[in-house]
């Protein structure tokens, strides 16, 4: 399930991508349009213009933009931004592989399969 900090990450990445040229706009617009709380909402979007997704321009027409095309940010782009690895389990992590606490033999699970199939998925949005 995505965290609310997600959630709101991908409205405001979804507001800006309808903006000429991907913003800028301000906080307050953005947490308007996204329907975040504003503070919180500032941490996460210092946190997207930290992992290069978003860049800020200070003064009177500044705010925050999109640091790359709509097309060129994927929805993956930013969870992996905020949340880390997009896999269900770390046995189906590209990023943080590792064996499952539970798991008696990672090469003979079952579940491995399905796992890397939800990850794949979700990497492609």
């Known amino acids: ?3 609310n900090r997600s959630r709101y990450a991908l409205r405001a990445m979804v507001h800006l991508a309808g903006l000429p040229g991907g913003g800028p706009a301000t906080i307050a617009e953005i947490a308007e349009a996204s329907a975040a709380p504003r503070k919180f909402l500032e941490a996460i979007l210092l946190d997207l213009r930290r992992q290069h997704l978003l ?3 200070r003064g009177r027409s ?4 999109l640091a790359a095309p709509p097309d060129g940010i994927s929805f993956a782009d930013v969870i992996r931004a905020l949340e880390g690895a997009l896999a ?9 592989y590792g064996p499952c606490e539970t798991c008696p033999d990672v090469e003979t699970c079952p579940l491995q399969p399905v ?5 794949d998925a ?4």
């Open 115 to 119: 796992l890397r199939d939800g990850r």
């Open 62 to 65: 500044g705010g925050y933009a």
């Open 1 to 3: 399930m995505l965290s």
């Open 88 to 96: 269900l389990a770390p046995c189906a992590s590209r990023t943080a």
């Open 55 to 57: 860049v800020s321009r």
């Open 122 to 125: 979700l990497a492609a949005v």
